[in-house]
């Protein structure tokens, strides 16, 4: 069974920073390409970073400069760092990998940045 847990969402200041992590378990991690998507309220999913199996990334406009994400293999973990957050981060971050052309999610992690 695939399982991608995600943890670190909470609630922050404008200009503060939050750290979530992603562990996986029931693939071969190290083959997996990762990502992280986030679903602001009422808006549609969107991804915001990806890190590929040979350690390449991407980061949407709205977060690049901001955002950093990595990934140790060893412990079958996607991490994004994210810094200088703003309100219009908010949202739930979902942790994404992609395996053998199949698509595997966590549940997901809310994210509020709030004076």
């Known amino acids: 069974q695939v399982q991608l847990v995600e943890s670190g969402g909470g609630l922050v200041q404008p200009e503060g920073s939050l750290r979530l992590s992603c562990v996986v378990s029931g693939i071969d991690f190290r083959l997996a390409d990762m990502n992280w998507y986030r679903q602001p309220p009422e808006q549609q999913r969107q991804l915001v970073a990806s890190i590929t199996n040979t350690g390449d990334t991407n980061f949407s406009e709205s977060v690049k400069g901001r955002f950093i994400i990595s990934r140790d293999n060893a412990k079958n973990t996607v991490v994004l760092q994210m810094n200088s957050l703003k309100p219009e981060d908010t949202a739930i971050y979902y942790c994404?990998?992609?395996?053998?052309?199949?698509?595997?999610w966590g549940q997901g992690t809310r994210v509020s940045v709030s004076s």
């Open positions: 994404n990998a992609r395996f053998a052309f199949l698509n595997y």
